[in-house]
């Protein structure tokens, strides 16, 4: 999928479909932020209805900074990062002391909070959103140019695969399933499943940081809707849709999801619905999402 996502920008401009390409850049950048909760959900059980206020985080930092005629990308993106990380610790801290229902409310409170904080910041265009002047700037790299923009997503998007093949595999990954399945055990073998889970989340919020630094600089404009619960439902569905705990899942579903949205979207208002039956369907027929599905059936 990587190679053919790499491939994808010249085969489309030589078929003069040039808009797909600006579907699989936002395709890309969307499966960024689920798969940071696709770890979340698939290995420690975390089901947050919170998770996109870390896209809003990411994007409102580099349009406050922009803003402020501060277009160095390096230091945009560190702030995004610590931003992410220290709301996700605070937060975490808080919300990882309960789980199932408990855990998805307090995760939902916590980012509408940072939701009506930003709507009514006027100065920053409060719910009419930011424009961004600026691109991010990397030295000669320009993530102003749809192209270098394009390739870059597309390096974050293969490293986190990566990274997410080799946690899944990992002590701390096995750790977070162990907890998952039996939090008791791990604790009697001298683990803190909170302090792990702590790490992951924090992990998982700097990840889909990175995705919402990456969407404002292709949109240049972020907005207080980017980290509604409605955002967040959405980035689940994609996990759901996609497979949890798969690699390439939160790429599937994020590409199915924006399919749905192009598609019934210009044929309906209520383009939504679409959304709920494929849902249902992927629920009651292939519970383990269309990636699990494919591979069932070349088993």
């Not at 920008?9 to 940071?36: K, Q």
């Not at 975390?46 to 390096?74: P, Q, T, W």
């Not at 998007?157 to 399933?177: E, H, I, V, Y």
Request: aromatic share 12%.
């Amino acid at each position: 999928m990587i190679a053919a996502l790499a491939a994808a920008p010249f085969v489309l401009s030589m078929l003069g479909h040039d808009f797909w390409t600006d579907v699989a850049l936002r395709a890309m950048i969307l499966a960024i932020a689920a798969l940071s909760l696709n770890a979340l959900i698939g290995l420690g059980g975390l089901v947050s209805l919170g998770h996109a206020v870390f896209l809003g985080i990411g994007g409102y930092a580099v349009g406050m900074l922009a803003d402020a005629d501060i277009d160095n990308g390096f230091v945009q993106l560190a702030v995004a990062l610590c931003a992410c990380a220290l709301f996700a610790l605070v937060t975490g801290l808080i919300a990882l002391r309960t789980r199932g229902v408990h855990f998805i409310m307090i995760t939902l409170a916590f980012a509408q909070m940072v939701y009506f904080t930003v709507f009514g910041l006027r100065q920053y265009g409060g719910d009419d959103g930011l424009t961004i002047n600026y691109s991010s700037l990397f030295g000669p790299l320009d993530l102003g140019d749809k192209t270098q923009l394009y390739y870059a997503v597309l390096v974050v998007l293969a490293a986190a695969m990566l990274g997410f093949s080799r946690l899944r595999r990992s002590d701390f990954g096995l750790l977070l399933k162990a907890a998952k399945g039996n939090e008791r055990r791990v604790q009697a073998v001298g683990f803190d499943p909170v302090r792990y889970r702590l790490a992951a989340y924090v992990a998982a919020g700097m990840l889909c940081g990175l995705a919402g630094f990456l969407d404002a600089n292709f949109t240049s404009f972020v907005t207080p809707a980017a980290m509604s619960w409605t955002a967040s439902g959405e980035l689940i569905f994609i996990v759901i849709v996609g497979g949890v705990a798969t690699i390439s899942g939160p790429l599937v579903g994020a590409l199915v999801f924006l399919l749905i949205e192009e598609w019934m979207g210009g044929l309906t208002v209520y383009w939504h619905f679409w959304f709920g039956l494929f849902l249902i369907a992927i629920v009651l027929f292939a519970r383990n999402g269309l990636v699990g599905l494919l591979i069932g059936r070349r088993a």
